[in-house]
């Protein structure tokens, strides 16, 4: 059921809801890639990272599950100045986004031969 708030929410949008998830989706991977790329990461903090940048798109609304794997090129830290940051071509991610009736899946992903970390619809299902 609709709250009172999202049915205001919603008069805003003058498109279907595959429109709108689709919408949703767009915003949830520049979310990922816009706040997230620059974040200090090694092996130790990787997967609690990968949870952190889940998480947060997570409560967002109309997401319905996200996963983010993050790919280190080096696996071993050194010493105390032995860190990257975190880029675009690290980041593997899947968002399912549920408007009504409508699911979109989106992700992001480092592709090789176009050297671009392409976010893109990957389905929609009515």
Known sequence: MMSSRERNAARMFKCSDRDRALFEAGIKMGTIYHQFV?????????????ESIASSIKVQPFVES????????????GDTYDYMS??????????????NDVTVTAEMRYHEDLKYPLMYVSDVSL
Do not use: C, Q, S
Not at 38 to 50: F, I, Y
Not at 66 to 77: D, S, T, Y
Not at 86 to 99: F, H, P, S, W
């Open 38 to 50: 620059g974040t200090p990461v090694d092996a130790t903090n990787v997967a609690a990272l990968e």
């Open 66 to 77: 996200a996963k983010v794997r993050i790919i280190l090129h080096r696996n071993e830290r």
């Open 86 to 99: 975190l880029t675009g071509e690290m980041i593997d991610a899947v968002v399912k986004i549920r408007v």
